[in-house]
């Protein structure tokens, strides 16, 4: 089991509430990344969003910016809005960040996007949400896939590509893609028939409900063809880590609360409620908040039902003071990991 986490980027607050620049999150999270690497975590993945408070809006250039910085920590975006973003450029910049890695270190998480900032942003239109994402991620697969740098590919949502190079090649010749799901049974069967390994995000409710996903993912994977140990699964979460319980609830909830406001003014989410988060922080929830003995016992348990190889959580939102992350992220390497793998060894 790997055990990683992963971030949007965290944009501190001044104590009067208002927000402190997007460049110090950037710092941040570069900083985060190679403490997470230094502990012994596997895997660290950049998400994208294009907000005040969430400024990691390029996964690619902090993934390059990261590779040259670490020596042993795989990194991958988590995820890479394919649907408005240029296939092209995307399979560019995570290669040359495999280069730079030393090859073997950079992965692609495609997403259609849970947030829908990228579309004004970008000049596509919602209407366009399915067709875009279905092309551009054969798109994207069809470069990957591509024996030499000279591609071909047609499609309706971008200029076909005639036999022109697409370099750099990856040092292995292909990146891995995962493809990214909310929970959507579509997107997993989708992942199954494609051969893709599938990243799910379960960011509230019963982790364990996703095992039919999950289930229905292998499924469509054998009956497409593809090999058992290719059709993997990953889960990312909510989650922080502290010596105590009561210290780790106590370091999340700011910005747990932070964030739910602001989703509650862009999404329409319901006010924050303290007890729904207390709720969720305890099993059988979402939310992976606790010290590392059971915040280990949680992640082993949700494997008996997923058999999933890779969880990762993300435990900078709404303002979380940086001292208190890369504490958190060391108790996740140092503590939650090597009790995760004795837990499910004794299985």
């Known amino acids: 089991m790997e055990i990683g986490a992963y971030s949007f980027g965290d944009t501190q607050r001044n104590t009067d509430g208002t927000l402190r620049s997007t460049t110090e999150a950037i710092a941040n999270l570069f900083e985060a990344i190679k403490h997470a690497d230094a502990q012994g975590l596997d895997y660290f993945g950049v998400g994208e969003h294009h907000t005040a408070t969430m400024p990691a809006s390029s996964p690619g250039a902090m993934i390059a910016a990261a590779a040259a910085a670490t020596g042993q920590i795989t990194l991958g975006s988590a995820a890479s809005i394919i649907g408005t973003d240029d296939p092209v450029r995307i399979f560019q910049q995570f290669a040359i960040a495999d280069a730079i890695s030393g090859g073997g270190r950079v992965e692609i998480t495609a997403g259609r996007g849970s947030s829908v900032e990228t579309f004004p942003l970008f000049g596509h239109s919602l209407e366009e949400y399915d067709e875009l994402y279905a092309e551009k991620l054969d798109l994207l697969m069809t470069i990957n896939n591509a024996t030499t740098e000279n591609v071909t590919w047609s499609g309706t949502v971008r200029p076909a590509l005639d036999n022109l190079a697409v370099v750099p090649r990856p040092a292995s010749g292909k990146l891995p893609i995962w493809l990214a799901t909310g929970g959507n049974a579509s997107s997993s069967a989708r992942a199954g028939?494609?051969?893709?390994?599938?990243?799910?995000?379960?960011?509230?409710?019963?982790?364990?409900?996703?095992?039919?996903?999950?289930?229905?993912?292998?499924?469509?994977?054998?009956?497409?063809?593809?090999?058992?140990?290719?059709?993997?699964?990953s889960v990312g979460a909510l989650g922080f880590v502290a010596p105590t319980k009561k210290e780790a609830l106590e370091r999340f909830y700011p910005g747990w609360h932070n964030l739910n406001v602001e989703m509650g003014q862009l999404r329409g989410w319901p006010a924050p409620d303290?007890?729904?988060?207390?709720?969720?922080a305890d099993a059988p929830?979402?939310?992976?908040?606790?010290?590392?003995?059971?915040?280990?016992e949680r992640i082993a348990h949700l494997?008996?039902?997923?058999?999933?190889?890779?969880?990762?959580?993300?435990?900078?939102?709404g303002g979380i003071p940086q001292e208190h992350l890369l504490e958190s992220i060391t108790l996740l390497a140092t503590e939650v990991k090597p009790r995760v793998a004795r837990l499910l060894a004794q299985k």
């Open 193 to 233: 028939q494609l051969g893709l390994p599938v990243s799910y995000g379960i960011i509230g409710g019963a982790p364990h409900r996703f095992a039919p996903l999950a289930e229905l993912y292998r499924r469509s994977g054998a009956a497409a063809g593809h090999a058992p140990e290719t059709l993997k699964v």
């Open 274 to 280: 303290k007890r729904a988060y207390l709720a969720q």
């Open 285 to 296: 929830g979402a939310y992976y908040v606790g010290a590392p003995d059971e915040v280990a």
């Open 303 to 317: 494997h008996g039902h997923l058999g999933h190889m890779r969880h990762f959580l993300q435990m900078d939102l």
